[in-house]
């Protein structure tokens, strides 16, 4: 195929008017071409589905140790020690990815499924007897705060850092903006008490971060490595479920049709979650680095260029989805790219359906109805899309 | 386009075209079996597109990676010898994979 030259934006996809209503700019880059240069950034964007997973299906050519943000690893000093999983290529992302895959597994779920359970039916029934109240902060925050550091082993005190480390991780990603620079003005406190926790002594026994440093005793990781993998779970174990559930709750609470089905069969919980995923996209972008010259889409690339993948875009590009602009509990989700896709796809992709499917087959048994009872108000991150209040009304089945 | 046959978890035989090149977890997928969710997409992360091989003539199905193996311990259905996951299979002729009753 001969090489054609990509058609090019202005478009910030960083901006608060961007975050706002990102879905007519995704539109227009996916119709722009397979590959577009973003001028603004001094990068190429992918936003069609083919494109996005071939990116992610070939990491030898785009690769993620050079950073997955618009920062390049090889030309500036990230602002933490690289992740062990995402910021690395194989072979060493192999070890440390086995590691996780292994304290996340299927088998370590179904570990955790009655506790996450009845901790979602005694938050739903709290809120029913409430009635009325905000969505975010009360449940898609406080229902995996009740489970999450829990799980992870993290102790009492303290954990009011958790949920502003995990923003400044996320807004690290994007360019040297506002929201990135706040975040990283800040994060000093944060770094230091996520790293103090992430040591083996003040991790519980039978947690996962106990059973990360124990593949330190067994060779699989270097002692120095297990606190460094530990910080992938606090970086990226939270505000991901944060999000996911509370645009599973703004879907249903938009769309009382689907809430219906849901109500009538509660068997697809799992699936409404699921659909929440592809249609919000909670970790909008994602950036790769070209590690050769290469060519996408008929376009030629050359050596150290960042591409950025929008997740979001993919989810809803009509020649991947039938109406992709419908919430609908009963599509066939498998291939969407919410929670990424190749060698990086999320390590908690089970961790977070498991959180999801609890806390709606919970709703869904004790409420027949979701009430939008005021105005949503957006939460701006670089990476992800969510809602920093919902009101809610809740109405007993 | 290899055929191969899917027994459901209510006994019916259902025998489908796959495309050439394809996992059994991608032509169960276009075929529209629901009893394959595939919820990682095929990366071999979720165990939720779980198969029992019944039949493999041809002998063409590679063994399981380690990490296959690992995640066939998480699978909803009871765990079994022939269990496999089908995005880990090519799609060859003359297979016959029995479907279990959940994937969650």
């Keep these: 195929m001969s090489t054609t030259e990509a058609p090019a934006s202005d478009l910030d996809p960083f901006s608060i008017a961007f975050f706002d209503d990102p879905f007519p700019e995704h539109a227009r880059l996916r119709e722009a071409g397979p590959v577009v240069r973003l001028r603004h950034l001094g990068c190429w964007g992918v936003a069609r589905w083919q494109e996005v997973t071939a990116v992610f299906n070939d990491w030898p050519t785009y690769v993620s140790s050079r950073g997955v943000g618009l920062q390049d690893f090889a030309r500036e000093t990230p602002w933490r020690s690289p992740s062990l999983v995402l910021e690395r290529d194989p072979p060493e992302h192999t070890r440390a990815r086995a590691v ?11 570990g955790l499924r009655e506790d996450f359970a009845a901790a979602a039916e005694r938050k739903v029934a709290e809120l029913l007897d409430r009635g009325t109240f905000d969505a975010i902060p009360d449940l898609a925050e406080a229902f995996p705060l009740s489970v999450f550091p829990d799980a992870l082993g993290v102790r009492p005190d303290g954990r009011e850092h958790l949920l ?9 990603f994007g360019p040297d903006n506002d929201l990135r ?3 990283l003005a800040g994060v000093a406190p944060h770094l230091a008490w996520v790293m103090e926790q992430c040591r083996r002594e003040n991790l519980a026994p039978g947690s996962f971060g106990a059973a990360i440093h124990a593949a330190a005793d067994t060779g699989e990781l270097t002692p120095e490595e297990a606190p460094v993998l530990v910080r992938s779970l606090f970086s990226a174990g939270l505000d991901t479920t944060i999000n996911g559930i509370g645009a599973a709750l703004w879907c249903l609470a938009r769309f009382p049709g689907e809430y219906a089905r849901l109500h009538a069969d509660p068997s697809l919980a799992r699936a409404a979650f699921e659909e929440a995923i592809r249609f919000e996209s909670p970790v909008q972008t994602f950036f790769r680095t070209t590690s050769r010259p290469t060519e996408l889409g008929g376009v030629p690339l050359g050596e150290g260029e960042k591409v950025l993948m929008f997740l979001a875009a993919a989810n809803r590009d009509p020649r991947r989805w039938d109406r992709p602009d419908a919430y609908d509990i009963a599509r066939r989700t498998s291939g969407h790219v919410g929670f990424g896709a190749g060698i990086h796809m999320c390590v908690g992709q089970l961790l977070a359906r498991l959180e999801g499917e609890v806390l709606l087959a919970a709703l869904a048994r004790r409420v027949r109805g979701i009430e939008i009872a005021g105005t949503p108000v957006r939460r701006y991150n670089n990476t992800l899309r969510g809602l920093a209040s919902l009101p809610l009304t809740l109405h007993a089945a | 386009m290899p ?4 027994i459901h978890p209510d006994g019916r035989r259902q025998e489908i075209e796959a495309d050439d090149g394809s996992s059994v977890m991608q032509a169960a997928i276009a075929e529209g079996l629901e009893e394959i969710l595939a919820e990682c997409g095929g990366n071999c992360m979720c165990a939720t597109c779980h198969v029992y091989v019944i039949e493999d003539s041809a002998g063409a199905l590679p063994p399981p990676t380690q990490d296959e193996d690992a ?21 060859s002729e003359g297979l016959v994979l029995e479907l279990p009753e959940r994937q969650t």
């Design chain 1, 181 to 183: 620079r706040q975040a």
């Design chain 1, 100 to 110: 996780l895959g292994r304290v996340l597994s299927p088998a370590a779920m179904k």
């Design chain 2, 71 to 91: 995640l066939l311990d998480g699978t909803a259905a009871e765990r079994r010898p022939n269990s496999r996951l089908s995005c880990q299979l090519p799609a």
């Design chain 1, 164 to 172: 502003p480390f995990a923003a400044v991780t996320f807004n690290a």
């Design chain 2, 3 to 6: 055929s191969i046959t899917f």
